[in-house]
């Protein structure tokens, strides 16, 4: 894709191949900025996530870039909320939900591969009155008119930048898991199709929606189940075995489908069996790769350093109850091009104003997240359910 303004004698660095970084590169090279991207993985992203609810400053970045909106998900029209007793409690609500794949390979077919570099390690970031430099491990030097941190939750730019702010880990983990709509048997698939469906109990929620499948479709029979499930393990006598995968190896804060530990899976496995209702038990239980990501909290108290700004997971990390992360990094990106061209591409004077409204945003987000995730529906934190 070609910038759809003339070009300018501006250049972007991008620390973050995901979706932050991509929203921001694509939306950049729409007002004309040269832009590269630096990612740290050497292999595809696909496949990092799940389910995402499609919320409207994404479908402005598609829009804003030029590419097509009408395929992105599956809409629901209704909410379930199922009781212990089977009873079903509904709502009305009409939502978009699509995948973290879907997203992904959108943005990125539309960002030119010649500027788009794998297996790109930050070691260090510097910054003058008038540029930034990024150095990498192999050795490589790149100064930009902008640096942009958008590596995620473990950002090094941010480590660099605020040493003191790192993520907190707030008391739960969620399991995930896709299940193809064609293995899931057909009178739980009835209960998921076109809704968004939740089980609460005491210290615990799972939740499970339709999204697009393989290769994007969005074809019956061919999409696939997403659920979420949060469970509170203790931090110091509980999680580091939750975070070990099958190879031994102590993860951070997630492992990826696959890769969790056997005795793990089958502790999580027969906990489901215990405390779930139907259709989410059978829904698990029909999951062959569940994977798990601990839920954190993390908030700076900046995100522009003259010229370097931080976006996305890499400065606010809200609770996934609010369904913003995605739609927070495309807010962040919208944001900050409206910026640089309000500002007659300026980067100090931009970045002073961009980051006045996004810090409140984020810890807006960070506040509502918290508030959902320790609310007396969900009390996080206080230990599992004992049946």
Same mark, same amino acid.
């Given at each position: 894709?070609?910038?759809?303004?003339?070009?300018?004698? #501006?250049?972007?660095?991008?620390?973050?191949? +995901?979706?932050?970084?991509?929203?921001?590169?694509?939306?950049?090279?729409?007002?004309?900025?040269?832009?590269?991207?630096?990612?740290?993985?050497?292999? +595809?992203?696909?496949?990092?996530?799940?389910?995402?609810?499609?919320?409207?400053?994404?479908?402005?970045?598609?829009?804003? *870039?030029?590419?097509?909106?009408?395929?992105?998900?599956?809409?629901?029209?209704?909410?379930?909320?199922?009781?212990?007793?089977?009873?079903?409690?509904?709502?009305?609500?009409?939502?978009?939900?699509?995948?973290?794949?879907?997203?992904?390979?959108?943005?990125?077919?539309?960002?030119?591969?010649?500027?788009?570099?794998?297996? #790109?390690?930050?070691?260090?970031?510097?910054? $003058?009155?008038?540029?930034?430099?990024?150095?990498?491990?192999?050795?490589?030097?790149?100064?930009?008119?902008?640096?942009?941190?958008?590596?995620?939750?473990?950002?090094?730019?941010?480590?660099?930048?605020?040493?003191?702010?790192?993520?907190?880990?707030?008391?739960?983990?969620?399991?995930?898991?896709?299940?193809?709509?064609?293995?899931?048997?057909?009178?739980? &698939?009835?209960?998921?199709?076109?809704?968004?469906?939740?089980?609460?109990?005491?210290?615990?929620?799972?939740?499970?929606?339709?999204?697009?499948?393989?290769?994007?479709?969005?074809?019956?029979?061919?999409?696939?189940?997403?659920?979420?499930?949060?469970?509170?393990?203790?931090?110091?006598?509980?999680?580091?075995?939750?975070?070990?995968?099958? $190879?031994?190896?102590?993860?951070?804060?997630?492992?990826?489908?696959?890769?969790?530990?056997?005795?793990?899976?089958?502790?999580?496995?027969?906990? *489901?069996?215990?405390?779930?209702?139907?259709?989410?038990?059978?829904?698990?239980? &029909?999951? #062959?790769?569940?994977?798990?990501?601990?839920?954190?909290?993390?908030?700076?108290?900046?995100?522009?350093?003259?010229?370097?700004?931080?976006?996305?997971?890499?400065?606010?990390?809200?609770?996934?109850?609010?369904? *913003?992360?995605?739609?927070?990094?495309?807010? $962040? *990106?919208?944001?900050?091009?409206?910026?640089?061209?309000?500002?007659?591409?300026?980067?100090? +004077?931009?970045?002073?104003?961009?980051?006045?409204?996004?810090?409140?945003?984020?810890?807006?987000?960070?506040?509502?997240?918290?508030?959902?995730? $320790? +609310?007396?529906?969900?009390?996080?934190?206080?230990?599992?359910?004992?049946?």
């Amino acid at each position: 894709m070609q910038a759809l303004t003339e070009s300018i004698d #501006k250049r972007a660095i991008i620390i973050g191949g +995901s979706l932050a970084g991509l929203f921001a590169g694509v939306l950049l090279r729409t007002i004309g900025w040269q832009v590269d991207i630096y990612e740290r993985s050497a292999h +595809s992203l696909d496949s990092r996530g799940g389910g995402v609810v499609l919320q409207a400053d994404v479908i402005r970045v598609f829009k804003q *870039a030029g590419i097509a909106t009408d395929t992105l998900g599956v809409d629901a029209t209704e909410r379930y909320y199922i009781q212990k007793d089977g009873h079903i409690e509904k709502m009305a609500m009409r939502q978009t939900l699509t995948s973290w794949n879907i997203l992904y390979r959108s943005m990125r077919k539309s960002f030119p591969d010649d500027h788009y570099h794998q297996g #790109k390690t930050l070691i260090k970031v510097q910054t $003058n009155d008038n540029k930034a430099t990024a150095i990498f491990a192999d050795g490589t030097i790149e100064t930009a008119d902008l640096l942009i941190g958008a590596d995620g939750p473990q950002s090094t730019v941010r480590q660099q930048l605020l040493p003191n702010y790192k993520p907190q880990y707030a008391g739960y983990v969620a399991f995930r898991g896709l299940v193809d709509e064609a293995d899931l048997p057909s009178n739980a &698939a009835a209960i998921f199709t076109e809704r968004f469906v939740f089980y609460d109990f005491p210290n615990s929620q799972i939740l499970a929606y339709l999204i697009p499948g393989e290769n994007e479709s969005l074809v019956s029979g061919t999409r696939r189940f997403n659920w979420v499930w949060y469970v509170n393990y203790d931090e110091q006598t509980e999680l580091p075995a939750i975070l070990t995968d099958k $190879n031994d190896k102590q993860r951070a804060h997630s492992i990826p489908p696959d890769m969790i530990a056997t005795s793990s899976e089958r502790t999580m496995r027969d906990y *489901a069996d215990l405390v779930l209702v139907e259709p989410f038990k059978t829904l698990v239980a &029909a999951t #062959k790769a569940p994977f798990v990501q601990s839920i954190l909290d993390l908030e700076v108290p900046q995100m522009a350093f003259a010229t370097i700004a931080l976006i996305g997971d890499a400065a606010f990390i809200p609770r996934p109850h609010t369904a *913003a992360s995605t739609a927070k990094a495309a807010a $962040n *990106a919208l944001a900050l091009v409206q910026a640089l061209v309000s500002n007659c591409h300026d980067v100090h +004077s931009a970045l002073q104003s961009w980051q006045i409204e996004q810090l409140a945003y984020g810890r807006q987000l960070c506040a509502h997240g918290q508030r959902l995730g $320790n +609310s007396s529906q969900f009390s996080y934190g206080k230990g599992r359910i004992v049946v």
